[in-house]
Protein backbone atom coordinates (compact mmCIF):
# COMPACT_ATOMS: atom_id res chain seq x y z
CA UNK A 1 0.00 0.00 0.00
CA UNK A 2 1.28 2.95 -0.94
CA UNK A 3 0.72 6.56 1.33
CA UNK A 4 0.48 10.00 0.15
CA UNK A 5 0.42 12.91 2.29
CA UNK A 6 -2.04 15.34 1.95
CA UNK A 7 -3.79 12.55 -0.44
CA UNK A 8 -4.76 9.41 0.61
CA UNK A 9 -3.20 5.44 -0.51
CA UNK A 10 -3.74 4.13 -3.65
CA UNK A 11 -7.14 2.79 -3.28
CA UNK A 12 -8.74 5.67 -0.96
CA UNK A 13 -8.43 9.00 -0.54
CA UNK A 14 -9.55 12.30 0.07
CA UNK A 15 -12.10 13.98 -1.74
CA UNK A 16 -13.14 10.34 -2.42
CA UNK A 17 -17.10 10.14 -2.75
CA UNK A 18 -18.74 8.97 -0.28
CA UNK A 19 -20.96 6.52 -1.93
CA UNK A 20 -17.43 5.53 -3.47
CA UNK A 21 -16.81 4.45 -0.44
CA UNK A 22 -19.51 2.42 0.50
CA UNK A 23 -19.31 0.89 -2.90
CA UNK A 24 -15.91 -0.16 -1.91
CA UNK A 25 -16.71 -0.75 2.07
CA UNK A 26 -19.85 -1.03 2.45
CA UNK A 27 -21.71 0.76 5.06
CA UNK A 28 -19.85 2.13 7.74
CA UNK A 29 -19.86 -0.05 10.96
CA UNK A 30 -21.05 3.18 12.93
CA UNK A 31 -20.97 6.97 12.13
CA UNK A 32 -20.87 9.48 14.25
CA UNK A 33 -21.27 12.97 13.91
CA UNK A 34 -19.12 15.98 15.07
CA UNK A 35 -20.22 19.35 14.83
CA UNK A 36 -22.75 20.10 11.73
CA UNK A 37 -21.05 19.76 8.91
CA UNK A 38 -18.83 16.48 9.37
CA UNK A 39 -19.31 12.81 10.17
CA UNK A 40 -16.75 10.14 11.26
CA UNK A 41 -17.48 6.95 9.78
CA UNK A 42 -15.84 4.08 11.15
CA UNK A 43 -14.62 0.84 9.24
CA UNK A 44 -13.11 -1.18 12.35
CA UNK A 45 -13.21 -5.07 10.34
CA UNK A 46 -10.79 -2.46 7.63
CA UNK A 47 -8.88 -1.26 9.93
CA UNK A 48 -9.61 2.75 8.94
CA UNK A 49 -11.84 5.62 9.61
CA UNK A 50 -12.83 8.36 7.49
CA UNK A 51 -14.08 11.84 8.29
CA UNK A 52 -16.80 12.40 5.86
CA UNK A 53 -18.39 16.05 4.67
CA UNK A 54 -22.00 15.88 5.66
CA UNK A 55 -22.59 18.68 3.16
CA UNK A 56 -20.53 17.41 -0.10
CA UNK A 57 -20.30 13.96 0.69
CA UNK A 58 -16.36 14.02 0.15
CA UNK A 59 -13.82 12.57 2.36
CA UNK A 60 -12.29 14.98 4.58
CA UNK A 61 -9.74 12.62 6.52
CA UNK A 62 -8.23 9.16 6.79
CA UNK A 63 -7.18 7.62 9.85
CA UNK A 64 -5.34 4.27 8.79
CA UNK A 65 -5.01 1.75 12.00
CA UNK A 66 -2.38 -1.03 12.71
CA UNK A 67 -2.73 -4.25 11.55
CA UNK A 68 -4.64 -5.91 8.44
CA UNK A 69 -6.31 -2.35 6.65
CA UNK A 70 -7.34 -1.27 3.15
CA UNK A 71 -5.16 -4.21 1.34
CA UNK A 72 -3.06 -6.62 3.50
CA UNK A 73 -1.38 -7.40 6.83
CA UNK A 74 1.07 -4.38 7.11
CA UNK A 75 2.05 -3.79 10.50
CA UNK A 76 3.16 0.01 11.56
CA UNK A 77 6.65 -0.73 13.64
CA UNK A 78 7.85 2.46 14.44
CA UNK A 79 8.54 4.82 17.83
CA UNK A 80 7.80 8.50 18.70
CA UNK A 81 11.66 8.76 18.62
CA UNK A 82 12.47 7.04 15.24
CA UNK A 83 9.40 9.46 13.44
CA UNK A 84 11.31 12.51 14.74
CA UNK A 85 14.73 11.31 14.18
CA UNK A 86 13.77 10.63 10.63
CA UNK A 87 11.33 13.06 10.21
CA UNK A 88 12.09 16.42 12.13
CA UNK A 89 9.94 18.24 14.76
CA UNK A 90 6.67 18.63 14.26
CA UNK A 91 4.28 21.38 13.60
CA UNK A 92 2.25 20.42 16.37
CA UNK A 93 2.18 17.46 19.04
CA UNK A 94 -0.14 16.23 22.48
CA UNK A 95 -1.53 13.43 23.31
CA UNK A 96 -3.43 11.87 26.08
CA UNK A 97 -7.44 10.86 24.12
CA UNK A 98 -9.45 7.63 22.80
CA UNK A 99 -9.77 6.91 19.20
CA UNK A 100 -13.17 5.75 17.93
CA UNK A 101 -11.70 2.41 17.96
CA UNK A 102 -11.28 2.86 22.07
CA UNK A 103 -7.77 2.79 21.84
CA UNK A 104 -5.86 4.94 24.17
CA UNK A 105 -3.34 7.14 21.74
CA UNK A 106 -0.84 8.63 24.39
CA UNK A 107 1.23 10.92 22.29
CA UNK A 108 0.91 12.15 18.53
CA UNK A 109 2.92 14.26 15.67
CA UNK A 110 1.21 16.50 12.73
CA UNK A 111 3.48 17.28 10.18
CA UNK A 112 1.86 20.53 7.67
CA UNK A 113 2.34 18.69 4.99
CA UNK A 114 -0.97 16.36 5.55
CA UNK A 115 -0.15 13.53 7.83
CA UNK A 116 0.12 12.79 11.49
CA UNK A 117 1.46 10.06 13.73
CA UNK A 118 -0.13 8.70 17.29
CA UNK A 119 1.58 6.20 19.24
CA UNK A 120 0.35 4.06 21.77
CA UNK A 121 1.09 3.91 25.32
CA UNK A 122 3.87 1.48 24.50
CA UNK A 123 5.56 4.04 22.07
CA UNK A 124 4.38 2.30 18.99
CA UNK A 125 3.39 3.66 15.84
CA UNK A 126 -0.72 3.04 15.67
CA UNK A 127 -2.46 5.24 13.19
CA UNK A 128 -1.43 7.49 10.49
CA UNK A 129 -4.14 10.20 9.85
CA UNK A 130 -3.87 12.20 6.10
CA UNK A 131 -5.73 15.57 6.01
CA UNK A 132 -5.60 18.35 3.58
CA UNK A 133 -2.25 20.12 4.04
CA UNK A 134 -1.43 23.52 5.82
CA UNK A 135 0.58 24.34 2.55
CA UNK A 136 2.51 23.10 0.01
CA UNK A 137 5.28 21.31 0.71
CA UNK A 138 7.12 20.96 -2.18
CA UNK A 139 7.12 23.46 -5.47
CA UNK A 140 7.95 22.41 -9.47
CA UNK A 141 10.58 24.22 -10.67
CA UNK A 142 11.06 23.16 -14.53
CA UNK A 143 8.96 20.15 -14.17
CA UNK A 144 11.44 18.71 -11.19
CA UNK A 145 10.65 19.19 -7.53
CA UNK A 146 13.48 20.83 -5.71
CA UNK A 147 15.91 18.76 -3.94
CA UNK A 148 13.80 19.49 -0.07
CA UNK A 149 10.83 17.59 -1.12
CA UNK A 150 12.92 14.68 -2.37
CA UNK A 151 14.79 13.70 0.77
CA UNK A 152 11.54 14.95 2.37
CA UNK A 153 9.87 12.00 0.45
CA UNK A 154 12.69 9.66 1.54
CA UNK A 155 12.35 10.23 5.18
CA UNK A 156 8.70 9.28 5.03
CA UNK A 157 9.35 6.88 2.48
CA UNK A 158 12.19 5.23 5.53
CA UNK A 159 9.91 5.43 8.56
CA UNK A 160 7.74 2.90 7.78
CA UNK A 161 8.52 -1.12 7.87
CA UNK A 162 6.97 -3.59 5.31
CA UNK A 163 4.47 -3.26 2.58
CA UNK A 164 4.00 0.40 3.71
CA UNK A 165 5.27 2.72 1.30
CA UNK A 166 4.49 7.36 1.36
CA UNK A 167 5.20 8.53 -1.93
CA UNK A 168 5.29 12.64 -2.36
CA UNK A 169 1.93 14.69 -2.21
CA UNK A 170 0.37 15.04 -5.26
Known amino acids: ?16 SSDRIKHLFGEPAKRRKTGSFREYWLYPDHHFDCIVSRTSGAVLSLLLYSGKRI ?21 QEGGGFRLATGDYVNRWLTYDMGIGFDFNAANRLQTISIFAPK ?11 TASHGAHTQQ ?6 GKVRISRPR
Open 1 to 16: MTLTPGYGTDHLHLRE
Open 71 to 91: TGDEEFALTEARVREMYGPPV
Open 135 to 145: KKPATKRAGKL
Open 156 to 161: IAALLA
